[in-house]
Nanobody, 117 residues
Framework: QVQLVESGGGLVQAGGSLRLSCAASGLIFSINSMAWYRQAPGKQREFVAVISRSDRTTYADSAKGRFTISRDNAKNTVYLQMNNLKPEDTAVYYC???????????WGQGTQVTVST
């Protein structure tokens, strides 16, 4: 059973920073891409950032220059360093992985990020 456990969310003032982590466990032999999405109240889930198996990164425009995605393959963990946070970054953040061998996608349970003015 594959499980994704996220951590690092919380309440922060505008301009502050948070680092999210997502650790994958279970029958995972090789992970292809690892990504972060977010969903604000009343809105659809949206893409934030993705990192490929070869460490190629892609960001949403809203994340460019402020967020950094990284991964530790030995730990099956993906990180999202978020700097200069804004109130509009308030959302539940979800990690997502795609398994290399089966192309199966898994989601974490989400972690709340709240940015106050």
């Amino acid at each position: 059973q594959v499980q994704l456990v996220e951590s690092g969310g919380g309440l922060v003032q505008a301009g502050g920073s948070l680092r999210l982590s997502c650790a994958a466990s279970g029958l995972i032999f090789s992970i292809n891409s690892m990504a972060w999405y977010r969903q604000a109240p009343g809105k659809q889930r949206e893409f934030v950032a993705v990192i490929s198996r070869s460490d190629r990164t892609t960001y949403a425009d809203s994340a460019k220059g402020r967020f950094t995605i990284s991964r530790d393959n030995a730990k099956n963990t993906v990180y999202l360093q978020m700097n200069n946070l804004k109130p509009e970054d308030t959302a539940v953040y979800y990690c997502n992985i795609v398994v290399l061998t089966t192309a199966t996608t898994y989601w974490g349970q989400g972690t709340q990020v709240t940015v106050s003015t």
